[in-house]
């Protein structure tokens, strides 16, 4: 896991919030943010969760770019590339995920915690890349899929911060929450395969 500060430059964010947060941006209606899947364990519940709805908009999935606002994927990774020397060898998917202000969300309760990929390898990463300052915190859990474990344990809990993006295995238990304080919190979503950069 790693917080990466300032991972594109300014106006790469600030055109990101003056696309992403404009009354008249394409988002599409989700009812939930995940759907529990007990056969697989992809998706998990347990006392601490709490659903909400949940708007989205694809950027690219599977070999296909879904929106003309790609090109902040490609912002993204370049900056993760420049900041972290890790390389994006293949681009698994990408989508915009917006979660409204709920004021009686409550602190100890957080979404469905799921992994974003089923069996992931070490080369595999998810990226959250917050488009706005806001609560409702990204946690992330010690368990990973394929671990034997009964119960659910905070490992991280990260703040949303405009510009930032949190980076982890695909592997691991995460969940988003829903702001309290905040009119909205909006971040993308990236999964890939990647490799460190080598120098030559």
Request: glycine share 4%; aromatic share 12%.
């Amino acid at each position: 896991m790693k917080f990466i500060e300032n991972i594109v430059t300014d106006k790469v964010m600030q055109r990101a919030q003056r696309i992403f947060l404009q009354d008249r941006f394409g988002w599409y209606f989700n009812e939930s943010t995940s759907k529990p899947t007990l056969v697989d364990r992809t998706v998990l519940t347990d006392s601490h969760t709490k659903e909400s709805v949940q708007f989205t908009h694809k950027l690219y999935t599977v070999d296909s770019f879904d929106s003309e606002y790609v090109e902040f994927v490609m912002k993204i990774m370049q900056g993760l590339e420049e900041k972290e020397g890790i390389v994006c060898t293949k681009m698994l998917r990408a989508k915009c995920n917006l979660l409204v202000q709920d004021a009686l969300y409550g602190t100890d309760f957080y979404h469905p915690p799921h992994i974003d990929l089923v069996d992931p390898t070490d080369n595999n990463y998810s990226l959250i890349y917050y488009i706005n300052d806001s609560d409702g915190d990204t946690i992330l859990f010690n368990e990973k899929f394929g671990d034997e474990f009964t119960d659910l344990t905070i490992a991280h809990r990260q703040t949303p911060k405009a510009g930032c993006a949190l980076l982890f295995n695909s592997g691991t238990y995460h969940a988003s929450t829903s702001p309290i304080v905040s009119a909205s919190r909006v971040i993308i979503n990236i999964v890939f395969e990647g490799e460190a950069k080598t120098s030559r």
